[in-house]
């Protein structure tokens, strides 16, 4: 059978494979390239009919959502978020930082496992008394790409 093959050797029934957090992993990198060849990757991901939507959240029964809460929840997170709040920049700059140094590939890999932490950090500024300010980019060593800025509350 002769099957379209697009940019990095994807296929149609390679892509229906694959997960919804594959998929739009696949369709992000695709659409960051900003060609006529990722163009059309992203193109055939949307016209499959399959979700490939933001990865969905991790179930509070996996591993590694209990790690994430773990390094969220610390002295040392706690204290990142707050001096990047300080600085101006988003909470998550500082703890996505340390995500990444004890979490590593876990981390970086899981294409849920930003958005996730993201929601948490947001639980904790809420609970901290802040409210959310706007959002921002955030530095280029971050695996997050974007992250919400706090105020006081």
Request: proline share 5%.
């Amino acid at each position: 059978m002769n099957e379209e093959i697009f940019i990095g050797g994807w296929t149609r029934s390679k892509l229906r494979e694959r997960s919804q957090n594959e998929r739009h992993a696949v369709w992000k990198r695709a659409r960051a390239l900003h060609s006529a060849e990722g163009n059309h990757l992203a193109r055939a991901i949307e016209l499959l009919g399959l979700p490939y939507a933001e990865p969905e959240p991790l179930a509070d029964d996996d591993p590694l959502m209990a790690r994430l809460r773990e390094v969220v929840s610390s002295p040392e997170a706690r204290s990142a978020a707050i001096e990047n709040t300080l600085d101006g920049l988003p909470a998550m700059a500082g703890i996505d930082g340390l995500l990444h140094e004890r979490l590593g590939e876990e981390y970086r890999l899981n294409a849920a496992a930003a958005p996730t932490a993201q929601r948490l950090v947001a639980e904790l500024m809420t609970g901290l008394g802040y409210v959310a300010a706007g959002e921002k980019d955030l530095p280029a060593r971050c695996v997050a790409r974007k992250g919400v800025f706090w105020k006081r509350g």
